[in-house]
Each structure stands twice: as C-alpha cells, then as structure tokens.
C-alpha cells in the first residue's frame, strides 16, 4: 500500500506510490521487527547473540523546498524532524562511531538495544563502526544520502541494516553445510576475505559465489564440496593450451556457471574446469562462454545440462558433438539452442530424455521415440505474422512420446484465429487426458476465459497458467 510503513519487499503492483516508495527499502524493519514478535509470541526478551545495526532516515529536510514537484508538502509534514536514527542489537558493551559527510558521534553502548539518533547532514551514505576491548567488530556503509535539494517532496524513510554476513546454513563451523559469498557485499563490510572463511568450513556441500575472483587452490581444500555455483566470477589461474589434462579433485553433483569465465575468451590459455568436472557430475549449467571450455570427455554422468547459450550458436558442429555424447541425459534445457536439420537428426541418440525445454523447431527431434513426461516451451514475440507456436508440430511430437505427456508449457497461440485456437485446444485435452500441468499464451483476455471451460475437462490437472500476453523472456 502507499503509506511508508511497509516492511517488505517493494512489488511490482504499486498504488501509484512508486514516487516514494521505489528505491527506498524498508526490509531493515521487518528484520528488526522479529527481534519484538519473538517477545511478544514468548513473553520473554530473546537473547541477542549476533551485533546488529539499523540505520534510517529521510532524504531532504522538513523545511526544504521542492524545486519542481506539482503537488503541495503532505499534510502534518512538520510532524518530522530532521533526525538519524540508529538502533544496535549489541552482544556487549562497547563504541559505536557513526559518520554522515563531515559529522560524526560517538556513543557508548551497552548489551542489548541500543537507540541513537544525530542530526541528518548532507552526504551520500552513513559508516557505523563498533568498536569493543579496542578491536573493531564490525564497520557498516549504510546507502542513505540526505540532502537539501530536493526536486520532489519525499517525508518517506530509507532504511538499511548491517553488518550484511556472508550466509551460512548450519550451527557452528564443523556442520555448516552451505555458503554464499557475495564479494561486493564482504568488500564494502571489510570482513575477512571469504576464502579465510571457507577454510574454517571444511564440510561445506553447496557453495555459490558471486563477483569473486578464485584461484583453484581456494577450493581444492572443500573434500565434501559437491554442489557449486559461480555467478560473475572470474579464474585467476592460468595454465598452457598444450599442457596436460588435470585430475579431478573435486567430487561435484552438480556445477553452474554463470557469466562466469568471461575473460578466458580469445585466450590461448585454458581454466581449469578438470579440477572440478569428473563422471560424478551429474547436473550442468553452462552458458555460451563456459561451454567451450568444458572438459566434455569427463561428463560421462550427466542426468541434467542446462545451455544457455545466449547470441545463438557460433560452433553447432562442436555443440552437437557434445550433445551426442551425453546420452544418459534425462533433464535437457536449451535456451539459443536452434540447430539446422543436418546437425538436429544426430540428438535421436539422447533416447532417455524425460523433461525437455526447448524452442518449437527443436521439439521434433527431441520428443518423438523417447519417455518424455515434460515439454516446455520458449515464446518469441516477433512480428505478428510470426508469433504463434505450430501447433500442429507440437502436436505430432508430443503424441509420439513413448509416456503419456504431464506437463506442456508454456504453448503459444498468439497471432492465431480464435476460433482456431479454440479447436486446438479441444484437440489437445482429448489428446493428452493425462495431463497435470498447463501452460497457455493466448491473444487477448476473451480467450483466457473461452479456454477456462476446455481445459477443465483434463482431470489430472494441477497446475494452470494462461497468459493474455507473451512475455519478453521464458520464464525457467
């Protein structure tokens, strides 16, 4: 709603209140305010067993005039004043330094909470340090600027709450079983580089990375790793084209790699992915860039690959040839992925597909003679001529599955006739009975509720999406 007393997530769906509500976040409240529920659920203070901080404040000041907003100051604006506000979850006694521009205070703290406030001065951010026994704990940038121009009255808050921790699942050092490192955030809190971290988690199973740059040694120490992700990550290791394959050290289930090795395009030099793709691997997500660097020959295992190869194809001889070879696959997702006749025939080896998302021209060699349970679908919103699945190809494909067909998704039949679309879909409920989950884009609102009567036949059913309109992207 319009008021600034949200605490959560900021949504799409606005009141018209996108003018002081977008980019002011206020999920630091509902943060702080499970410290007070859990009191008020247990009639007990829980203990505080982490430093915690919670910054606020408001943009420009209550007497500031707005240089071009149409509309008046709000009524009771000068309820406000001119205040930062700063509340510490404290695990001890100690010094909390808050810096704004060229002001600062110190004040000491005691275990608990602790509320605080300074005067707003202009400046771009808030540094809270808390310092205790001489050492510093912890020191938090907060995103809050303030200032005396404002083009438009905003009397809302923005808030924010630190110090961001990398996330941990687990009770101590010895269990923890998963970690995200965000190195944007541990750089801007001037935590301890992530991979002193690491070495206190030796168990850790599932690692994610992002904006980190990795040298392999960093890694070969997680024995039990066997789930990793890496997202905007980049190798700092380098090794000759001609040089020998490494061993696998690493025992991974499964690998994404995302926007990830970037920089070793057009080089001579080769990553080492053979530390970490062995025949245990059996879940792939790669993108244009990793594909050509992955050590195919290891990936005897796979169940489940993930391309998403953005651009199209440059190689389809290179990326067919990989595709032939990995035939346990049983969980196929291509996305950029549109191969000519000659190179799409040679994937009817890939004979134990069960889920496959794909473009309309690659369903024909990827569905007919093999157990597929699960078609999905991407949508293009081209010229209107061009918009529209073939539905008769869909059709013919999916009807030569060797197991019933259970989910079909997402099937566009934009550009089409109505009446048309309307005989398609008769056609596919008397087809496919067995049906548990749909997935429908149609032209305009009246066909969403013209399709409703149809689809109700399939009693299998549990799941129904039918869009008036295609979106920009598949949605995974």
């Excluded at 997680?222 to 905007?232: A, G, I, S, V, Y």
């Amino acid at each position: 709603y319009g008021e600034s007393t949200y605490i959560g997530p900021i949504g799409k769906d606005q009141p018209g209140s996108e003018a002081w509500v977008n980019g002011f976040d206020h999920r630091a409240f509902l943060e702080m305010t499970g410290y007070y529920a859990s009191a008020f659920k247990s009639g007990s203070w829980p203990s505080i067993t982490s430093d915690k901080i919670f910054i606020y404040g408001r943009p420009h000041g209550v007497n500031d005039q707005a240089s071009s907003d149409p509309l008046p100051r709000p009524d009771r604006s000068d309820w406000v004043t001119d205040k930062l506000w700063i509340v510490l979850f404290s695990t001890g006694s100690g010094s909390l330094t808050v810096t704004q521009g060229s002001s600062s205070s110190t004040t000491q703290v005691k275990a608990g909470v602790n509320k605080i406030s300074m005067p707003l001065g202009v400046a771009s951010s808030v540094t809270a340090v808390l310092t205790r026994y001489g050492e510093q704990v912890f020191e938090f940038t907060a995103p809050i600027s303030f200032g005396h121009s404002p083009k438009t009255f905003n009397f809302n808050m923005n808030a924010a709450a630190g110090p961001l921790r990398i996330s941990v699942h687990g009770k101590s050092s010895s269990n923890v079983t998963q970690v995200h490192v965000n190195h944007k955030l541990t750089a801007l809190m001037k935590l301890p580089p992530w991979v002193r971290v690491l070495e206190l988690l030796t168990n850790v199973r599932r690692l994610h990375l992002t904006n980190v740059d990795i040298h392999v040694e960093d890694l070969l120490g997680l024995t039990e790793l066997r789930h990793l992700k890496l997202q905007n990550c980049k190798f700092r290791d380098r090794f000759p084209a001609d040089g020998p394959p490494y061993p696998p050290r690493l025992h991974l289930q499964s690998l994404q790699l995302l926007n990830t090795l970037s920089d070793f395009v057009g080089s001579e030099d080769r990553v080492l992915l053979d530390f970490f793709v062995s025949p245990a691997l059996t879940h792939l997500m790669v993108d244009k860039v990793t594909f050509m660097l992955v050590p195919w020959t290891s990936c005897t295992a796979l169940h489940e690959l993930v391309l998403t190869m953005s651009g199209g194809l440059t190689e389809p001889e290179e990326m067919i040839t990989v595709l032939e070879s990995c035939i346990s696959l049983k969980v196929l997702y291509l996305e950029g992925v549109c191969l000519q006749k000659e190179h799409a025939v040679r994937l009817r080896r890939l004979d134990r597909l069960q889920t496959v998302t794909c473009d309309e021209e690659m369903v024909e060699y990827l569905v007919p003679g093999r157990p597929v349970e699960h078609l999905r679908l991407h949508c293009d919103n081209g010229p209107f001529e061009r918009r529209g699945h073939n539905w008769n190809t869909i059709l013919d494909a999916a009807r030569n599955s060797m197991l019933p067909i259970k989910t079909l998704a997402m099937i566009d039949f934009q550009g089409y006739d109505p009446q048309y679309t309307l005989q398609a879909l008769d056609q596919l409920v008397e087809t496919f009975g067995t049906l548990e989950e749909l997935g429908l884009f149609v032209e305009e609102e009246q066909d969403v509720i013209d399709a409703i009567p149809l689809v109700a036949r399939l009693e299998s059913l549990r799941k129904i999406r039918i869009d008036p309109d295609s979106p920009n992207t598949f949605e995974r």
